[in-house]
Structure formats: structure tokens, C-alpha cells
């Protein structure tokens, strides 16, 4: 089991920044990857970075987002800049296990409105 906890969304201008936390109850060594999806209303979730390679990011949010993650306090961060008021959602961390199987854990969301 991984729980995880996720802060820092809330209400920001067009073109402001957030930074999301995500904080996991195991070590990352025993998370395979860990990323954020969002699901904005009447869309599908969709994925937008992990920590898979050097950093996995959804092509509409590549160059404002930076995924990172600091081992020592098994956090995942999800930096997000130059908001656009499409980037409006519900925004959940994940971690997946693989331990023979895939296994996908999810964090409650949080959420990010932009708006003037």
C-alpha cells in the first residue's frame, strides 16, 4: 500500500505559478514511478508529467511544468508556471508499483482554478 498526500493547489491568475506537493508514505525506492494526471470538468483525466527517464510531460504543458522529487523526504513536486486558464482542474499524484503486477496508488486530488 502507498498513501498519498497531495497540497499547494488553489486559486491563481493567468500567465501566475503553483507548486504542487505530493508526498508518499514508502520510499521512492519502492515506487516504480510516480507522476500527476488532471481531470478538468467533462474531460477525461489525462496524464501530465511522471518521473519515468529524465521526465515524461504531456505535450500542452511541456516548457511550463517541471515534475521533481525529493528522495529524502519521498516528495514528488509538480512545478507548473505561465497558467493558462486550461489548466483548470483536478489535479491527482500517483504511484505505481510493480512488484510482479503494476499496481497504480492515487491521492485524494487537488485542485487548480485560473482564472482572472
Known amino acids: 500500500q502507498v498513501q498519498l498526500v497531495e497540497s499547494g493547489g488553489g486559486l491563481v491568475q493567468p500567465g501566475g505559478s503553483l507548486r504542487l506537493s505530493c508526498a508518499a508514505s514508502?520510499?521512492?525506492?519502492?515506487?516504480?514511478?510516480m507522476g500527476w494526471y488532471r481531470q478538468a470538468p467533462g474531460k477525461e483525466r489525462e496524464l501530465v508529467a511522471n518521473?519515468?527517464?529524465?521526465?515524461n510531460y504531456a505535450d500542452s504543458v511541456k516548457g511550463r511544468f517541471t515534475i521533481s522529487r525529493d528522495t529524502a523526504k519521498n516528495t514528488v513536486y509538480l512545478q507548473i508556471n505561465s497558467l493558462k486558464p486550461e489548466d483548470t482542474a483536478v489535479y491527482y499524484c500517483?504511484?505505481?508499483?510493480?512488484?510482479?503486477?503494476?499496481?497504480?496508488?492515487w491521492g485524494q486530488g487537488t485542485q487548480v482554478t485560473v482564472s482572472s
Open positions: 500517483y504511484a505505481s508499483v510493480f512488484t510482479g503486477r503494476w499496481t497504480d496508488y
Open positions: 514508502r520510499s521512492f525506492f519502492s515506487i516504480n514511478v
Open positions: 518521473t519515468g527517464g529524465s521526465g
